[in-house]
Every structure is written in structure tokens, then in C-alpha cells.
């Protein structure tokens, strides 16, 4: 069986957390993913609504929200919550968008003009990039969205690096949102509960060029200023 490690200080959790696109498909034990959900929990919420409503996928559920998600695809469909707007990204926005695609392709061998291989290489999004478990984000659209938006922004945070602190790995994914609907319908959840993103999680293929991937930060200078 395998052995469950030691949570690592904070300051390592924050540095080594990073999106993980490639996994095993060893299932992570019960006891565990339940101690994730456990931490996520303490996450801080406006007015301590808690407003997330989380759905984690194993086994049979995980592969029925992936073939709804691909015959979705297939069929040309797709049904966010929220609108999508990726072309409304310019400037600083726009470039740090496209210095990830081009570190993330270039890791994964695939050419600026490959069309078709990028695309194969979105569509692991819908197979969950082989994760054995995703965790689904769904909440109220309450107060316009925004704040309750924040508050599981923050809840998926702290779930993310639980998962680093025991040794798992994990990938946000605003993609799946594109599936809102089949998604909800194989889960069984009400139409009032929209879906925000999800994450993919599991333990991290060692032998994936994944690995190898690393998304730069832009300076402190270039996004905190500091009053006196
Ligand atoms: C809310 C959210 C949604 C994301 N959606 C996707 C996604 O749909 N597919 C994907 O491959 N990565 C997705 N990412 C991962 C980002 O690309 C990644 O976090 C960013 O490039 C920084 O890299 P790092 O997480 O490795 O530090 C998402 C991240 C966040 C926070």
C-alpha cells in the first residue's frame, strides 16, 4: 500500500504547488482525498455563506462525466455558465496568456502552426489530463456572481495545495465549464447551481515532460504597489 507523507511546511507547499497535465491512474485512498476536502473546508468565504458545492468524481462517475463532456464536444455543444470571452484579452493579459500556451507546447513538442496536434492536446482537458479523481465547482449565482465566484476561487485554492502538501497533484480547469450542462445532468445537480471550473487531481506522472514545465511569475514591482 502506498505510504502516505508527511505534510511539508507551507513555504514549500506554495513553491512546489504547480499545474500537474499529466498523471497515474493509481486512485488516490478515500481517506485521503477526504482529508483534502477537510482542509478546503476552512477556507474563508463572505459572510461565511460557503457557497460551494462540490462534487468529486472516481471511478465509474469520472468516466461518465468525461464521455458526457467528449460527445458534448463531438456534437459541437457547448453550454458555460459564464460567459467566455477569451478575445476580450489584450495587452500584459493577452501576452502572459500566450508565454504559457508557447511554454506548455514547447514542453509538449507541439509546433506553433499544428493545428490539429494542438487541439488533441486541448481535449486531454475532457479526459482530465488521465487524473483517476476531478473535483467539480458548482455554486449559487448569488450577489451578480462575482463575490461568490471569489469565494470558491479561494476555496479551489486551498484545496490545491492541500493536495501539494500531501503529496498529490492537481490542475484548475476553466475548460470543463464549457460542459455545464451533461455535466450536470450526469451528477444530478440542479440547474440553479452553475458550474465554475473544476480540478483535475491524482498523483503526478513522474516520467511526464510536465514536469518539466514551469509558469514564470511576473515581478512584485509589476503587480503590488506599496504605500506609506
Ligand atoms: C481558475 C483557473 C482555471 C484554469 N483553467 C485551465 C484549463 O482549463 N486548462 C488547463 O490546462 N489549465 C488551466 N489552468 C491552469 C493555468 O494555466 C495555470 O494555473 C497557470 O498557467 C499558472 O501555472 P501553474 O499553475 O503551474 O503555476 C487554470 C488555472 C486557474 C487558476
Keep these: 500500500m502506498r505510504k502516505v507523507p508527511q505534510v511539508k511546511p507551507f513555504h514549500d507547499v506554495v513553491r512546489e504547488r504547480r499545474s500537474v497535465r499529466s498523471f497515474l491512474a493509481t486512485p488516490v485512498p478515500d481517506a485521503l482525498i477526504r482529508s483534502v476536502a477537510e482542509e478546503a473546508r476552512q477556507t474563508p468565504s463572505n459572510?461565511?455563506?460557503?457557497?460551494?458545492?462540490?462534487?468529486?468524481?472516481?471511478?465509474?462517475?469520472?468516466?461518465?462525466?468525461?464521455?458526457?463532456?467528449?460527445?458534448?464536444?463531438?456534437?459541437?455543444?457547448?453550454?458555460?455558465?459564464?460567459?467566455?470571452?477569451?478575445?476580450?484579452?489584450?495587452?500584459k493579459y493577452s501576452d502572459r496568456q500566450m508565454a504559457q500556451a508557447a511554454t506548455y507546447y514547447q514542453m509538449l513538442g507541439v509546433s506553433r502552426d499544428a493545428r490539429e496536434d494542438r487541439r488533441i492536446a486541448v481535449l486531454r482537458n475532457l479526459e482530465f489530463f488521465g487524473a483517476p479523481h476531478a473535483c467539480l465547482l458548482f455554486m449559487p449565482n448569488l450577489y451578480g456572481g462575482v463575490r461568490v465566484a471569489a469565494d470558491v476561487g479561494m476555496y479551489a485554492q486551498t484545496f490545491l495545495l492541500s493536495l501539494t502538501a500531501h503529496g498529490l497533484s492537481g490542475v484548475p480547469q476553466t475548460m470543463l465549464g464549457l460542459y455545464a450542462d451533461p455535466i450536470r445532468e450526469v451528477l444530478d445537480v440542479p440547474s440553479e447551481l452553475k458550474l465554475l471550473f473544476g480540478i483535475s487531481f491524482g498523483y503526478a506522472d513522474p516520467d511526464s515532460p510536465a514536469h518539466r514545465h514551469r509558469v514564470d511569475r511576473a515581478p512584485l514591482a509589476e503587480t503590488v504597489t506599496f504605500h506609506r
Design 47 to 91: 459572510s461565511n455563506i460557503q457557497p460551494w458545492h462540490v462534487h468529486i468524481v472516481s471511478g465509474a462517475t469520472r468516466n461518465a462525466v468525461s464521455r458526457a463532456m467528449l460527445s458534448a464536444e463531438a456534437d459541437d455543444t457547448h453550454t458555460p455558465d459564464f460567459p467566455w470571452g477569451y478575445d476580450e484579452l489584450s495587452g
